[in-house]
């Protein structure tokens, strides 16, 4: 099948679809996209710009988790399929949660700054075996995390937007009007939520608060949790730490004082990194095509 | 009981014993156990010194999981049980393990750096999922490491000293005889060795080779890795990452070329310390208690 590829892309996509034996991929320019999908149907991008909307466009395959930045009621009026990219990200930004919470608990982001200036401190360090962590966000990537937290014996409690009917590994889970009251309960609180205008602030200064003597995670995205709230709660609040790969203003500003906090881990938007990236994208592209084709359902079928 | 505890002891040990409401602690200073040891039975401690060996001891419960630093021929023939602290360190050690591949896998270590000049660097980053992980030391702790491995996708195989009959949770073991074996098929070796005579520089240059493009995470004893081959793997081997919780001579010398090594992770020998040490050493205490009061077998005894 002839498959478009929008040129902005993680590393390992092109590679990917160029090795697969049944896609023609075209790769056009970054301003010759419009041009590459008169007579074509299928485009796998990132990115969206009204023209990409050709009489021949049949299926939107997102190189992303979240699609917000898709027309979806102009694409299922002109007949057109959207596909997600889920499930791509969840090894990875799972494996990078844990990597953020495990240097606060075992003081690695401390270290580091000591190894900066070559000074051997050891400090008190923690252990999470028998905590109760929070995901605020329990979708496939929340329940990743929630999966590898209960087989190494903590106890997982969340938020989920629609809790009716759950059957995941969260022991216990709630709606989002519930998330002060799931932050009380938990010692740590891991943010994986997607932004949405009903998501912003989620995590701000009463959820805080119930947190307490905590630690907050945050590989969702930055403007779920109030910054200033958090930086109250590190300074005023009790919060033990923050580690963070998200911001509100990416990159972070010099003026920011989570620099240099010491007890807050940073990384720059690089959860969802991964070499494994665009062979799992191509796998959900696989399964898609699938439906496409008329041989099974759509996997990652959004519209 | 009336127990001496010798006053070097990690934080919480004390408070733990005091608690004990069957335990009446007695706590002498530095130079005064001796003395103290004078019509007592029981000693738990860390430390020895042959003036600890009264006509009254009958047990020594180590506050340490290694216990080289006693004269096991000397207790045995004075009638003298010790016991370890097997299993004391488990949880958090396999928790500093993960904490240190992570920052290496996921860039923490390096973006720490960064973040110490407030740069805004995204890397990429790697996954554990699929991967071959190899403990070289399957002990209780390496068996924590590999239960927690297993539970997240890797492959998981070790060196223990005797591998007959072995049942635990990597799916292959082998003796220390074929380490260069196991690291030729490993993608991270995590080095949990004891110091003995036998383990020193056992992952030195032809293991490390066999290595190759991996990480080596070292929360065993500095001297079981050889630091000068480390260094030449990192440099001129392809060797990705270390992380280093212990070293050759601590604290790691200022001339030391591992502070600078932008692939090296380093914690001050920090990753058996947990705020629960105190309360599982009593609960292994109590454990041996029951053999020294003839109400069961003993837990963690050594001779």
New interface residues.
């Given amino acids: 099948v002839r498959v478009v590829l929008h040129p902005r892309h993680p590393?390992g996509v092109a590679d990917a679809f160029r090795a697969a034996p049944e896609i023609e991929l075209v790769e056009p320019a970054p301003d010759e996209v419009a041009a590459a999908m008169d007579g074509s149907a299928i485009l796998v991008t990132h990115a969206w710009e009204p023209s990409f909307l050709t009489p021949s466009l049949r299926w939107v395959q997102s190189v992303s988790a979240g699609v917000d930045q898709f027309p979806l009621e102009q694409l299922t009026t002109a007949g057109v399929t959207l596909t997600s990219a889920r499930g791509v990200h969840a090894?990875?930004v799972a494996?990078?949660a844990?990597?953020?919470l495990?240097?606060l608990?075992?003081?690695?982001?401390v270290?580091?700054?000591?190894?900066?200036r070559?000074e051997?401190?050891?400090?008190?360090?923690?252990?999470?075996?028998g905590r109760t962590l929070a995901v605020i966000g329990l979708g496939t990537i929340g329940e990743e995390i929630a999966r590898?937290a209960s087989?190494?014996?903590l106890d997982v409690i969340g938020v989920k937007a629609n809790p009716a009917g759950y059957a995941g590994h969260a022991r216990m889970v709630a709606g989002p009007e519930r998330v002060v009251d799931i932050c009380r309960q938990a010692d740590i609180v891991v943010c994986v939520v997607p932004a949405t205008p009903s998501t912003m602030g989620l995590v701000g200064k009463d959820a805080l608060a119930a947190l307490g003597a905590g630690w907050l995670i945050n590989v969702g995205r930055g403007g779920v949790v109030d910054e200033e709230a958090l930086i109250d709660a590190l300074d005023n609040g009790g919060l033990r730490g923050a580690g963070l790969d998200v911001f509100a203003t990416?990159?972070?500003p010099?003026t920011s004082p989570l620099?240099d906090h010491p007890r807050v881990?940073?990384?720059?938007?690089?959860?969802g990194?991964?070499?494994?990236y665009g062979e799992r994208l191509l796998e959900v592209f696989r399964d898609n095509l699938d439906g496409y084709q008329g041989r099974g359902p759509w996997s990652t079928r959004v519209r």
Avoid: C, N, Y
Wanted: charge should be positive; aromatic fraction near 10%.
């Fill in positions: 590393r090894p990875q494996e990078h844990f990597a953020l495990l240097s608990t075992r003081g690695i982001g270290a580091m700054r000591d190894v900066t070559k051997w401190r050891p400090r008190m360090a923690e252990e999470l075996t590898r087989a190494w014996g990416e990159p972070l010099a620099w881990v940073i990384t720059p938007h690089t959860a990194f991964s070499p494994r």
